[in-house]
Each structure stands twice: as structure tokens, then as C-alpha cells.
């Protein structure tokens, strides 16, 4: 799909790979409405029009319904309804089902699948009438491998893979198109949000280069502009996926060794 010129909600986009997809799509021409629960998304959409390009910044908790439903609302009468969805909010911190309290259970859960149900839900109407438009899901490789100590994290990242492959079956056929996006490792404020997280990393994974948040949104800018189904990088976490498809018990048992272990 052609990026300049288009309509865009990015959530997530105060900081990390969603404030640097929003750049990097005002750079190709895309008019760019960036969502989070952050006041400072609003700073983020202010020097992206300092800069030149077309912003405007939302505040909203995606984890609620009803504040999704009146923020799309705002965006539609404001900003006008996008051409392109990229659902990119999420956090959690990564502890065992033992260590993790109920309310970051949900939280989890809430952001990142909850909150990319209920943006996609609000914006899907007007696409399916169009016949045209991108769903655009950022997610992990969490949900293909799964380490240990990171239960409910992991579980919130199969319920993105589970959405993304339904809302594909739902779409066949309409002219809108979804694609997901799994990076590797990212060298974002990630794990200064979600402490005792980073030390749960697999050792195996550090054979695995870090990206930056702009090498995330390059990719995923390639990915719309190409019209992809599957964006993942860097390509030795492509190959491993595959390692794994080929040979799950190899790759989990390399997880499990290299990854953390429960104090005996």
C-alpha cells in the first residue's frame, strides 16, 4: 500500500518502536494520528509537524473500551478515518505464573491484545466499506517460542498471533490486509518499564543482533509499502522460527536451557 498521503493510527506511540514508526511514516507522506496513554505522545506529534510533517497526538487508555470508541470518534471528526491501523501497545513485565500478581494477569492481557481488538474494532467499519485498508500488529516472538519465567507476557503474545491469524480469516476477500510485524530484542525504553525482565532473556538469544527502534519502523514501513503478511527481523530470528517449525523440541529445550530456573 502506497504510505504517503494515507491516514495513519499508530498506538503506542509515546516512546519505543510505536514513536518511531510514527516518524518514520510522517517522513513517507503519511498524515499520522499517534495514540498512548501518555501525555507525551502529544510532544512526539508536535515535532513531528515541527519537522514537517502531519501529526496529531491522542491520549487515551486503549485497555478501555469505551475510551477507545470515544477517541476514534475524536480522531474521525478531527483527523478523519485512517486508511492504515498499526496496533503497537503493549507491556508486561516477565514472571512466572507463581511470582505474577492477578492484576498484571490482566494487564497483560488488556495491552497488547485487548487494546488492539477494541482500535481495530473501532476503525474496521469504515475500511470494510471502502473495500480498502491495513491492519498492522506488532508482536513477539514470544509467541512462537515461549521461555521460561515470562507465563503471562507470553500468553498476551499468543492472543495477538491468534487475533492476527482470525482477523485474516475474517478479511479474506474485503481488500483490507493484515500484517504482523516480530521484531527480535529492541533497544527501546522497553525494560526500564518492565524491570526484571531484560535478566530472563535466554542466553542462546544474545547470538541475536539488538535492533533499534527506527530499524523496526523501516521494516515495518517496507512491509506496508510492499503489502507483506509476515514481517520478521533480524533474519537469525527468522531462522530460528523456522528451526523451531522444523524442530520445536531442539529450540525449546535451548530455551529452557540457556533461560531462567526457579530457585530450588
Known amino acids: 500500500m502506497r504510505i504517503k498521503g494515507r491516514k495513519i493510527v499508530v498506538t503506542g506511540a509515546s516512546r519505543g518502536i510505536g514513536q518511531a514508526v510514527a516518524r518514520a511514516l510522517a517522513r513517507e507522506g503519511g498524515q499520522v494520528a499517534l495514540l498512548a496513554r501518555s501525555p507525551?505522545?502529544?510532544?512526539?506529534?508536535?515535532?513531528?509537524?515541527?519537522?514537517?510533517?502531519?501529526?496529531r497526538g491522542y491520549v487515551a487508555d486503549l485497555a478501555d473500551p469505551g475510551a477507545v470508541d470515544r477517541v476514534a470518534q475524536r480522531i474521525a471528526d478531527e483527523f478523519g478515518l485512517p486508511d492504515i491501523v498499526i496496533n503497537n501497545a503493549?507491556?508486561?513485565?516477565?514472571?512466572?505464573?507463581?511470582?505474577?500478581?492477578?492484576?498484571?494477569?490482566?494487564?497483560m492481557m488488556a495491552a497488547p491484545y485487548c487494546a488492539a481488538f477494541y482500535v481495530t474494532r473501532a476503525f474496521l467499519p469504515a475500511m470494510l466499506e471502502r473495500r480498502s485498508g491495513y491492519i498492522v500488529n506488532v508482536n513477539s516472538p514470544a509467541a512462537w517460542i515461549t521461555w521460561p519465567g515470562a507465563s503471562a507476557y507470553a500468553a498476551a503474545r499468543?492472543?495477538?498471533?491468534?487475533?492476527?491469524?482470525?482477523?485474516?480469516?475474517?478479511?479474506?476477500?474485503?481488500?483490507?490486509?493484515?500484517?504482523?510485524?516480530?521484531p527480535g530484542?529492541?533497544?527501546?525504553?522497553?525494560f526500564e518499564h518492565n524491570p526484571h525482565s531484560e535478566e530472563r532473556i535466554p542466553s542462546i538469544t544474545r547470538i541475536i543482533r539488538v535492533l533499534t527502534p527506527d530499524q523496526v519502523a523501516a521494516a515495518l514501513v517496507r512491509g506496508i509499502a510492499h503489502d507483506q503478511r509476515e514481517v520478521v527481523i533480524p533474519a537469525l530470528l527468522?531462522?530460528?522460527?523456522?528451526?523451531?517449525?522444523?524442530?520445536?523440541?531442539l529450540v525449546d529445550w535451548l530455551m529452557f536451557r540457556t533461560g531462567w530456573r526457579r530457585a530450588k
Open 158 to 182: 499468543w492472543a495477538m498471533r491468534g487475533f492476527t491469524a482470525a482477523l485474516r480469516a475474517d478479511l479474506h476477500g474485503t481488500g483490507v490486509q493484515v500484517l504482523q510485524v516480530v
Open 40 to 55: 507525551e505522545v502529544e510532544q512526539v506529534a508536535a515535532e513531528i509537524v515541527a519537522g514537517g510533517g502531519a501529526a
Open 238 to 249: 527468522r531462522a530460528t522460527l523456522a528451526l523451531h517449525a522444523l524442530a520445536p523440541p
Open 90 to 107: 503493549g507491556a508486561g513485565r516477565w514472571f512466572s505464573v507463581e511470582e505474577t500478581p492477578p492484576g498484571e494477569v490482566a494487564a
Open 185 to 190: 530484542k529492541v533497544s527501546s525504553t522497553y
